[in-house]
């Protein structure tokens, strides 16, 4: 018996972990499998034909995590022969060989530069009945060149580079994903024009150190040019980009935001420290002066910027007058919104192996008091919006309570998440479309606008949500290959398939 049934497409699922790009990566997952001939499998489905986890090396416990679900499909496996399992992801891109060592059951694992591989690699190891590993040490083709299944009508992520040039003692990722390749303007926009074509309003610039893009053809002024000619992209609303690091963002950059009509007034800056002396232990190569000085420049240029963060408490060595300088830049910064990490070790990384680790309850402490203080000064900044008119992009999934308040939820232009009540107007707004609508009261991480809306506009994207089209980015394939129905796959008799 096979988990597809005779003449029917074999059904895919993909679970991800981890940050923005390995949800694109997904995206990206999901539009090869279907380009293949596979199917997304229903949310309900627990026994879909394949299951590709997308995985994180960054967060805490990544791997445990990942050998725990693994663990949990393997008795599924076992009573659906033909069921395959694929990884990927950086920890695949790490651990390589050793996770089909420790989860035998395992039929793919696939690092970060041959995503376009996996259909190949599904098909040899169906064909083989054996294990396919293929990890690469540098990008075989381009992310962006391969097809792409959108999750989102009306927002769309774009990479405009890939790996990373820097050397920061917490992180793997460089070792992971590579240096920084950068995609050509032209490729990009051409990208950006396709999603707009099939309704996308918003589309977000991804990259590991965004801002440094330009250094692989040596035009250090290149990101910010690229600001400018997404503005003159008819029918895109609102452009955004995550992460920039603050050693590369310059005057121009600044200059393109504030001038441009659809770069969104929002801007997140990972800070990670606020002591110099941690800084220059993270490697991070700005200090707090110039960091508080990009922050100045960009309220200077657009005072309703919201200017979000990363911090990671508990670096090794960090003393108690280290976190209050921390503090301090927190205090002086005015953020509208802080991801707040506690610091782990990394194997791999040169911080986990540094002197100084603090013990677990100095490091709650701290983070504790991080956590009070950022929330006490973006509810103070969330305060001043109270009466403030809106403009809100309608989105699915960010609020959780929204069924249960009659409310709808979506971002507004500077990126702040927005419940608001749809008034005479209910049933009538779909996700995509765009409403004005007025702040009556703030929480440290949400506005609520309790009154009838001021407008509503309906556009494209709601249009393709209320017929449940999901955009497609095609990409450039050679000779994948494409399935149809397999042919039956005998039960394992015994060795490490039966695992």
């Given amino acids: ?173 460089p070792s992971l994903r590579g240096k920084e390749k950068d995609r050509r303007p032209g490729d990009i926009l051409s990208e950006v024009r396709a999603l707009v074509d099939e309704g996308v309003l918003e589309v977000t610039l991804l990259g590991q150190n965004v801002n440094s893009y330009g250094v692989e053809f040596g035009d250090r002024y290149a990101f910010g040019k690229l600001l400018r000619a997404c503005g003159d992209i008819e029918g895109l609303e609102r452009v955004r980009f995550t992460s920039p690091h603050p050693k590369d963002f310059t005057d121009d950059v600044i200059a393109a935001m504030a001038e441009t009509p659809n770069v969104c007034h929002s801007l997140h800056m990972p800070l990670q420290s606020g002591s110099d002396d941690v800084l220059r232990a993270m490697r991070r190569s700005y200090r707090s002066e110039k960091y508080l000085g990009i922050i100045e420049k960009v309220r200077a240029a657009m005072p309703d910027a919201a200017i979000t963060t990363d911090i990671i408490v508990g670096f090794p060595g960090e003393t108690d007058a280290d976190f209050e300088k921390t503090l301090d830049v927190v205090r002086e910064a005015r953020f509208s919104s802080a991801f707040t990490f506690q610091y782990s070790k990394r194997p791999g990384t040169p911080a986990a192996t ?41 989105a699915v999934g960010e609020g959780r309570k929204d069924e249960r308040t009659g409310r709808l939820s979506g971002r507004a232009r500077d990126g702040r998440l927005v419940h608001f009540d749809a008034g005479s107007l209910a049933g009538q707004i779909r996700p995509g479309d765009i409403v004005h609508t007025t702040v009556t009261y703030a929480a440290p991480h949400h506005l609520n606008a309790d009154g009838e809306p001021l407008s509503h506009r309906r556009t494209r994207a709601g249009d393709a949500a209320e017929a449940g089209r999901s955009p497609r980015t095609p990409g450039v394939l050679l000779g994948l290959p494409t399935i149809g129905a397999p042919a039956a796959v005998p039960a394992p008799t015994g060795g490490c398939a039966a695992h």
């Fill in 1 to 173: 018996m096979t988990t597809a049934a005779a003449g029917s497409p074999r059904t895919y699922q993909v679970r991800t972990y981890g940050c923005q790009m390995n949800v694109h990566d997904s995206e990206r997952i999901s539009g090869l499998l279907e380009q293949a001939g596979y199917v997304r499998a229903a949310e309900a489905d627990e026994q879909p034909d394949v299951v590709v986890f997308n995985t994180c090396a960054v967060r805490e416990n990544a791997d445990n995590r990942l050998y725990g679900n693994l663990g949990h499909l393997r008795p599924v496996k076992d009573k659906h022969p033909g069921m395959q399992i694929a990884v990927g992801g950086c920890l695949a891109q790490k651990d390589r060989g050793d996770i089909v060592r420790k989860a035998p059951w395992v039929d793919v694992v696939f690092g970060t530069h041959n995503i376009g591989s996996l259909p190949v690699l599904l098909e040899r190891a169906r064909h083989n009945t054996a294990a396919e590993v293929e990890i690469l040490e540098s990008l075989d083709v381009f992310p962006s060149t391969l097809p792409t299944r959108r999750e989102s009508t009306y927002a769309g992520w774009v990479s405009i580079s890939v790996g990373c040039n820097n050397t920061c003692t917490f992180c793997i990722v």
């Fill in 354 to 394: 540094m002197d100084g680790q603090l013990p677990k309850q100095v490091v709650q402490e701290r983070y504790e008091r991080l956590i009070a203080t950022v929330e006490e000064i973006t509810w103070a900044e969330n305060r001043k919006l109270v009466g403030e008119t809106v403009e809100v992009l309608v």
